[in-house]
């Protein structure tokens, strides 16, 4: 359970802030609950992205251990359908704590991203009278670990959908 609170909304282009907290609750017996809180800042133009997305995860139990989580992407739209863009992750595990380059979790790599659905836009309005755009995407891709702690290739498949 979370929210995310936009502090900077630009009309179409320009720059974009967000804080954004989320309340993870384990299912698993021994993982501790987590608390998420951190900033998310995109700068579009045109045809191009860019978007920082960084969480502060903190443990709720006695151990007190912090990590930080970071995700980033570059994306260029080559057509209303179909963009091309470079995605990074990277996780420290105990933030005060965060040892060598090495010893931390990134990776890095292309991803393809496809809008699917109807060809002609078809616009709804929630209760609210909020207005979306009823299409589904799907982002894949190939990221490559950097660091000796990060696997080799990991896969991305990732579908989306407004419904």
Do not use: C
């Amino acid at each position: 359970m979370g929210g995310q609170y936009q502090l900077l909304k630009p009309d179409g282009q320009g720059f974009a802030l967000a804080i954004r907290s989320l309340y993870q609750m384990s299912l698993q017996d021994g993982s501790p609950d987590q608390m998420l809180l951190g900033p998310i800042a995109k700068l579009s133009g045109h045809d191009i992205s860019a978007t920082l997305d960084t969480f502060f995860v903190h443990d709720l139990n006695s151990s007190d251990i912090t990590a930080l989580e970071t995700k980033w992407q570059v994306k260029h739209r080559l057509t209303d359908r179909v963009s091309l863009g470079v995605e990074g992750y990277g996780k420290i595990t105990d933030f005060d704590h965060a040892g060598s380059f090495q010893d931390q979790e990134h990776r890095i790599g292309p991803v393809i991203y496809l809008k699917l659905g109807p060809w002609s836009a078809q616009e709804f309005h929630d209760v609210t009278g909020v207005g979306e755009e009823k299409i589904w995407g799907v982002a894949l891709g190939a990221l490559f670990g950097i660091t000796e702690a990060t696997s080799d290739v990991a896969f991305k498949f990732n579908l989306s959908g407004v419904f």
